[in-house]
């Protein structure tokens, strides 16, 4: 699965960004979704999973902040970032994988990422 994330970029603390990536897949609905984070410095982080039937979790600092959405025939998921914050700042990565027992499995596509940078 190839694919393509977009919308990153530099934003003020307190601003919004919405990133949006496209899959290459005609099986992007049987597919749980999720955006990940990778800090400078730091290892890659899960942010927010979707599930195929629209199942949401998110990691605890950006509960309330972030919001993750599908849309099945545009094979697009978003993610909807509000009040950002500087710890917010890496490149996000999405990823095509599946949830069993209440947990997220990554598979090997990643794309190549969008930088989001929070300053002033």
């Known amino acids: 699965v190839q694919l393509q994330a977009s919308g990153g970029g530099l934003v003020q603390p307190g601003g919004s960004l919405r990133l949006s990536c496209a899959a290459s897949t005609d099986l992007f609905s049987v597919y749980d979704l999720a955006w990940y984070r990778q800090a400078p410095g730091k290892q890659r982080e899960l942010v927010a999973t979707i599930a195929r039937r629209g199942g949401t979790n998110y990691l605890d600092s950006v509960t309330g902040r972030f919001i993750i959405s599908r849309d099945n025939a545009k094979k697009t998921v978003d993610l909807h970032m509000n009040s950002l914050k500087p710890e917010d700042t890496g490149v996000y990565y999405c990823?095509?994988?599946?949830?069993?027992?209440?947990?997220?499995?990554?598979?090997?596509?990643w794309g190549q990422g969008t930088l989001v940078t929070v300053s002033s």
């Open positions: 990823n095509t994988g599946q949830i069993s027992g209440g947990t997220y499995y990554s598979s090997d596509s």
